[in-house]
């Protein structure tokens, strides 16, 4: 009877290994198909060539020696472009750089740094400033001429001198497209159906099932953790920095080019709603325009934020959507791009500020 038993066993384990051996054979197959699938992918598409335009300026006076660095000379109303001002300067002058303020001549400016003067060889030490800046609309943009002022330690208020740069000119192009001026807006199409393809669900299938196998577990704690920092960096980033990255997505989207004007209107819309909820705490996505209007004229903390010019603004805006979105209105190339600049305009003019 021992031996009887003893036998069952080997045959119960000898069937669970072969049962285990076979599952990882086939996990295993599943995952080479999908990592070849990949590959294969991968080597089809191509990748275009990035192009730099940037801008080096460099002027001398004395002992210093001043460039500035612009990273484009052209960009998009959704862009934003880095400025960078490096002083080289023997290291007995002290060097005073330009004034900061929260706009720089046409342009906002988001961000800046200022280095510590840091020694170089040969007796001389290095300062420099980087600046993010934005554009408000398109057109034609100038970085101002700066003026450096420098002078002996211990002399500057006596004997100070001045290196003065050049104005640079910046062009920001609009969101539309120079052919979309001549375009004709038609209403939206219906879903169009995609062609089937055996391929696709033999790969989708293959990479599910490895996924499966391998990724339950991981996937609920990678999701968990990915949600929580998510929730985290959304109530860490004030409203307006949301806002501007949504509507840089909604650009990236290139729905006008597609002649989707719809869900461009409803994108905008929504994006400054989402807006006005985050920064002024008023539940403003899920109530109809006139709700919501009215809910602004009885709400004085969110009147008294701004002036009563924008209040108007933002009345027009909200209109001016709801009829592109539910009374089959065709805007024109100007009444969009006004749209998308009302947006931008009305978040930079509420957002928090420092001295707030």
Request: glycine share 6%; aromatic share 8%; net charge positive.
């Amino acid at each position: 009877m021992v031996i009887k038993k003893n036998c069952n066993r080997l045959r119960r384990c000898s069937h669970r290994s072969r049962v285990t051996t076979s599952l990882l054979v086939v996990a295993l197959l599943i995952a080479v198909l999908s990592i070849a699938a990949c590959k294969q992918k991968a080597q089809t598409e191509k990748k275009e060539p990035e192009t730099v335009s940037g801008i080096h300026k460099t002027y001398d006076r004395g002992p210093a020696k001043c460039s500035i660095d612009v990273d484009k000379s052209e960009i998009t109303i959704a862009d934003r472009l880095n400025l960078k001002i490096t002083v080289d300067i023997d290291e007995n002058y002290d060097v005073e750089l330009p004034p900061i303020g929260e706009k720089m001549a046409q342009f906002g400016i988001v961000d800046y740094h200022t280095t510590a003067p840091e020694l170089s060889k040969k007796g001389r030490k290095l300062i420099s400033r980087t600046y993010v800046l934005e554009p408000f609309l398109s057109g034609g943009y100038t970085i101002p001429a700066m003026k450096i002022r420098f002078g002996k330690s211990g002399e500057f208020d006596k004997d100070a001198h001045t290196l003065e740069t050049e104005a640079i000119p910046i062009s920001v192009k609009s969101i539309l497209p120079e052919t979309l001026k001549d375009m004709k807006l038609h209403d939206i199409q219906p879903p169009v159906p995609l062609p089937q393809s055996m391929t696709i669900w033999i790969w989708t299938a293959a990479a599910c099932g490895g996924l499966i196998i391998f990724g339950i577990t991981g996937f609920y704690f990678y999701r968990k953790r990915r949600n929580a920092t998510i929730i985290a960096a959304e109530h860490f980033l004030p409203a307006h920095e949301i806002a501007f990255a949504d509507l840089e997505k909604l650009v990236e989207a290139k729905l006008i080019e597609k002649g989707q004007i719809k869900p461009f209107y409803h994108g905008v819309s929504n994006i400054l709603r989402q807006y006005i909820e985050n920064r002024f705490n008023i539940n403003a996505p899920e109530q109809t325009t006139e709700e919501f209007l009215a809910g602004l004229e009885s709400d004085t903390e969110f009147s008294g934020k701004f002036p009563v010019k924008f209040q108007g603004l933002l009345k027009n805006f909200l209109k001016h959507c709801d009829l592109v979105k539910f009374a089959a209105h065709q805007p024109s190339t100007d009444d969009i791009q006004n749209t998308f600049d009302s947006c931008k305009t009305f978040i930079l003019e509420t957002k928090i500020r420092k001295t707030d």
